[in-house]
């Protein structure tokens, strides 16, 4: 039997509503390597953001090794007035886990996340991410190795590592952990990304959290475009605690926006001009970043237009933000004329 859901989980579900006031799942935005830094976060609470953030998957064995730890304290930075995400730690050690999850609460963190999907190659040959779906006893050791700081534990994982079928071995044993919310990424690791997420296999899933552990709440990952594709199928499928979305925001910076909106490249091009401008402040303040990274969000911004691909091309072609700020103040009195027709 699960345990009870803890205050901070309930204030998320409590605080989870429609523009109307009634109760809905709660969205969350994918923790995503290279992405879900401080400063992507932030232009996305800008945009429309989620109830839930989570932080870019953070190497345990490295938050507790002498001379590795401040390698990956940008991963973990949280900017002051910034909605405190959930930190998310991949590992295979259960004593570097425990002691990594002890430092959380001294930063700030109210809640941590065990990444037990993640498909790269060279998580799996360090018997993390996803390899855990194949040592079962691994993932339990590295589940209560998480509960020693005492703040809410949850995981997110994969149907199964070969097959999507491997769920029925693999959630019950997650859900009998005492965990507070089980996130389901509906493919299997073999599949990656390349087949369509098994909603098939939502209600199996939902039947199983009812039977072995009703306290513990689901959330699913995988294919949810935007709010509206979210809550399409929380109605097709009843129960439904969370809905995450991972790359459906990298297509649409507006993707948690309860209530579609036209929104005018004025408004997209400010968007980029903040995550610019963050970047500066994370970069001088506190760890460098690579400036190659940010070339990734161009797309998101500039599209729409008719030389947007042409203007994206000279933008990957530039080494600072301020080249990228040089040629966006050059094409923007183009591209905002371009939008003020269209209205």
Request: glycine share 6%.
């Amino acid at each position: 039997m699960s345990v009870e859901l803890s205050p901070y989980w309930q204030k998320i579900v409590a605080n989870a509503k429609n523009p109307d006031g009634s109760a809905r799942p709660f969205f969350s935005m994918a923790p995503m390597e290279a992405v879900t830094d401080t400063v992507f976060r932030r232009v996305i609470a800008q945009s429309a953001g989620p109830d839930v953030y989570y932080t870019e998957f953070t190497n345990a064995s490295s938050m507790v090794h002498p001379k590795a730890k401040f390698s990956v304290q940008g991963r973990l930075a949280v900017a002051p007035g910034e909605q405190q995400p959930i930190a998310q730690l991949w590992g295979s050690r259960p004593e570097e886990l425990a002691g990594a999850v002890k430092l959380l609460p001294k930063m700030g963190y109210q809640a941590v996340d065990l990444n037990m999907g993640c498909p790269d190659g060279t998580v799996i040959k360090n018997s993390a991410g996803s390899d855990l779906i194949r040592h079962p006893d691994r993932a339990l050791a590295l589940i209560e190795a998480g509960k020693q700081a005492g703040i809410p534990l949850s995981v997110k994982t994969r149907l199964g590592f070969y097959r999507a079928e491997e769920f029925r071995e693999w959630l019950p044993i997650l859900l009998q952990a005492d965990i507070q919310v089980l996130t389901v990424h509906l493919r299997s690791r073999k599949e990656m990304s390349k087949a369509p997420a098994h909603y098939e296999y939502i209600d199996e899933i939902l039947a199983m959290r009812d039977e072995l552990a009703p306290q513990t709440l689901i959330q699913f990952n995988g294919d949810i475009a935007d709010y509206q594709a979210g809550m399409a199928l929380a109605k097709a499928h009843p129960g439904i605690d969370g809905l995450m979305i991972g790359r459906g925001v990298l297509e649409n910076p507006y993707a948690f926006e309860p209530v579609v909106k036209k929104h005018s490249l004025a408004e997209s091009i400010s968007l980029l001009e903040l995550q610019l401008q963050l970047f500066d402040e994370v970069n001088t303040a506190k760890m460098p970043k690579h400036f190659e990274a940010l070339k990734r969000y161009f797309k998101i911004y500039l599209r729409g237009f008719p030389h947007a691909a042409h203007l994206r091309l000279q933008l990957m072609e530039t080494h600072s933000t301020a080249e990228v700020r040089e040629i966006l103040a050059a094409e923007k009195p183009r591209v905002l004329a371009f939008d003020q027709g269209q209205a």
